[in-house]
T-cell receptor, first 109, second 113 residues
Framework: GQNIDQPTEMTATEGAIVQINCTYQTSGFNGLFWYQQHAGEAPTFLSYNVLDGLEEKGRFSSFLSRSKGYSYLLLKELQMKDSASYLCAVNTGRRALTFGSGTRLQVQP | KAGVTQTPRYLIKTRGQQVTLSCSPISGHRSVSWYQQTPGQGLQFLFEYFSETQRNKGNFPGRFSGRQFSNSRSEMNVSTLELGDSALYLC????????????FGSGTRLTVV
C-alpha cells in the first residue's frame, strides 16, 4: 500500500523558519512534490525532488532522502501569506500522485 | 501561458443526478489527471488520460468515468450522485517532464444535496 505521513498542524511566528516533515512508504518512487494550497484554492507547485539532497528556491527549500523515505520542506523568513496547507505528494511511477493529508501551517504575528 | 481551466467553478446537484465536469489543460500538455479532494480523505487520484487513452485509474467506483478529446481537453462524469460525492474536483495537466510538476486548475466545487 501507499502511506505518506505529515504533521496535521504547525504554528510558527512571522520572520521565523519552519520545517515540515514528510515520511513515505510507497510501492514505487519517481519523485516527490511539495504543493502549497490556500483555503478554497488550487494547490500550487513549490518543489520537486527526485535525487537525494537539498533543492533551494528562494525562501523555500526541500530535502529528500530516498533511503530513509523522508523529505522536508523548509520555509524561511515566514510571512503571514505563508499560512496555508502544505501537501507532500509522491509520484509512484504510475502517472499518479499519492498525497499526504497535508500540514496546515498557521503563521502568527 | 494560460493555466489549467476548469468549468464550472461551483455546482449543486441532487442525489441520483449525474454531472459532467470539464478541464482544459495547459497548451501543449497531453496528460490530464483528475483528483477528488475532501476534508476527510484529502486528495485522491481518480484517473489519468494521455492522447485520449485512460492510462491509470484510482480506486473509485464505476460511477466515476472520464474521457479525453483530441485537443487534450478532458471531461469527467459522475452518475447517480451520492451525498459523499460532495468534494472539490481538481484537474491537473502535465508535460510529462517530472520537474515541471503537475499544474492544477482551480477546481470544481460539487455539492450534492
Amino acid at each position: 500500500g501507499q502511506n505518506i505521513d505529515q504533521p496535521t498542524e504547525m504554528t510558527a511566528t512571522e520572520g521565523a523558519i519552519v520545517q515540515i516533515n514528510c515520511t513515505y512508504q510507497t510501492s514505487g518512487f519517481n519523485g516527490l512534490f511539495w504543493y502549497q494550497q490556500h483555503a478554497g484554492e488550487a494547490p500550487t507547485f513549490l518543489s520537486y525532488n527526485v535525487l537525494d539532497g537539498l533543492e533551494e528556491k528562494g525562501r523555500f527549500s526541500s530535502f529528500l532522502s530516498r533511503s530513509k523515505g523522508y523529505s522536508y520542506l523548509l520555509l524561511k523568513e515566514l510571512q503571514m501569506k505563508d499560512s496555508a496547507s502544505y501537501l507532500c505528494a509522491v509520484n509512484t511511477g504510475r502517472r499518479a500522485l499519492t498525497f499526504g493529508s497535508g500540514t496546515r501551517l498557521q503563521v502568527q504575528p | 501561458k494560460a493555466g489549467v481551466t476548469q468549468t464550472p467553478r461551483y455546482l449543486i446537484k441532487t442525489r441520483g443526478q449525474q454531472v459532467t465536469l470539464s478541464c482544459s489543460p495547459i497548451s501543449g500538455h497531453r496528460s490530464v489527471s483528475w483528483y477528488q479532494q475532501t476534508p476527510g480523505q484529502g486528495l485522491q487520484f481518480l484517473f489519468e488520460y494521455f492522447s485520449e487513452t485512460q492510462r491509470n485509474k484510482g480506486n473509485f467506483p464505476g460511477r466515476f468515468s472520464g474521457r479525453q478529446f483530441s485537443n487534450s481537453r478532458s471531461e469527467m462524469n459522475v452518475s447517480t450522485l451520492e451525498l459523499g460525492d460532495s468534494a472539490l474536483y481538481l484537474c491537473a495537466s502535465s508535460s510529462g517532464q517530472g520537474a515541471d510538476g503537475y499544474t492544477f486548475g482551480s477546481g470544481t466545487r460539487l455539492t450534492v444535496v
